[in-house]
């Protein structure tokens, strides 16, 4: 016998009555969803870069949502557990680039017609985690008025509070001022002096608020790798169709460099001048 066959003596060979690893992991589903781009040999690479990002978005929603649920309850330390791992996700999302960016021009555009109206533009995840985080648009919310589970997630969504004013809340709470957080908002979190002014007495005595401390620079942590992925994206969009337009209708990478400026955590950004 061989040593591969000594090695693995003992092992359950017959699943017929067991759950297996394809079970557990609904392989049969993910592995034979049909791939409508199959006539270009880079179309593949295209929807298996989308479907796994989508599938890193699901786990940083979960995480991000129980996340704010820590810190709502002012149990911080599960919640930066959760924050650090999704720091890590967006590493993997922007390391996930670098594969992407083997496709050249003359490949994309194989198959770039076949992708008519549709966008990651209408990436519903996507949208959410923005949402979460604070960076709301509630136009946007339409683009998903023909799919009604993902409509409704975005819609509950905004009816809460975002995690950037749930972290506000937990600072006035311990500075011991009225609350400054407003209420959930369909806009963008707008920067405020005094929210900066709290954050600044943070940064100004760490050792009297670590845990404070400890929020605001994973919450920086998090918004420095969404920022680099937003930057890996319109660079590998600008090297893949250069200036075209986007085939959701927008500019293409005069929107995405637009959308470089937003700030998710204005006051955190802003308060490091003032040190
Ligand atoms: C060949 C590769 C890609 C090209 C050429 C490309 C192109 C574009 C363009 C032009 C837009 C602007 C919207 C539009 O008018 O279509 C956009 C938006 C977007 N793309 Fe991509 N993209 C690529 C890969 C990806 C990948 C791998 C993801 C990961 C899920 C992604 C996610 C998104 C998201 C979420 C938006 C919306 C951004 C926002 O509204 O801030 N894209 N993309
Ligand atoms: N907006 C892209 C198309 C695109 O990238 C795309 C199309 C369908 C599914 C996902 C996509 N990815 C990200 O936007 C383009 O204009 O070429």
């Known amino acids: 016998m061989s040593t591969f066959g000594d ?20 392989l049969d589903k993910i592995l034979t969803v049909e791939n409508p ?6 179309g593949l690479l295209f929807i298996i870069q989308h479907q796994t990002s989508e599938l890193w978005m ?7 949502s129980t996340a704010r649920q820590y810190i709502q309850k002012g149990d911080l330390q599960p919640a930066f557990k959760m924050l650090s791992r999704v720091a890590r996700i967006f590493e993997q999302l ?24 549709s966008s ?7 949208r959410l985690i ?27 969504e ?14 006035c709470d311990r500075m011991g001022v009225e609350t400054l957080s407003g209420v959930p908002g369909t806009t963008a979190w707008e920067a405020k002096h005094e929210v900066q002014a709290l954050w600044q007495k943070v940064y100004e005595a760490p050792s009297e608020h670590w845990e404070l401390y400890e929020l605001a620079e994973k919450l920086v942590d998090l918004e420095d790798y969404f920022r680099r992925w937003r930057f890996n994206h319109v660079t590998t969009v600008e090297r893949i169709i250069g200036f075209k337009r986007g085939t959701g209708g ?3 990478v005069a929107y995405l460099r637009k959308m470089l400026e937003v700030e998710l955590f204005p006051e955190l950004w802003h308060v490091r001048g003032a040190l």
């Open 7 to 26: 090695a693995s003596k003992g092992a359950k060979m017959d699943f017929a009555k067991d759950k297996s690893y394809g079970d557990y992991l609904g």
């Open 37 to 42: 781009l199959d006539m270009a040999h880079d």
């Open 58 to 64: 699901k786990l940083a929603i979960h995480e991000l």
């Open 94 to 117: 922007n390391s996930a680039w670098d594969v992407l960016r083997t496709m050249t021009p003359s490949e994309y555009t194989a198959f770039r017609p076949h992708l008519g109206a």
């Open 120 to 126: 990651g533009f209408q990436s519903y995840q996507y």
């Open 130 to 156: 923005e949402y979460l985080l604070g960076n709301r648009n509630r136009a946007l919310t339409k683009l998903h008025a023909h799919t009604p589970a993902p409509h409704q997630a975005l819609v509950d």
């Open 158 to 171: 905004i009816a809460q509070q975002s995690l950037y004013q749930a972290a506000i809340d937990l600072l």
């Open 250 to 252: 927008t500019s293409g």
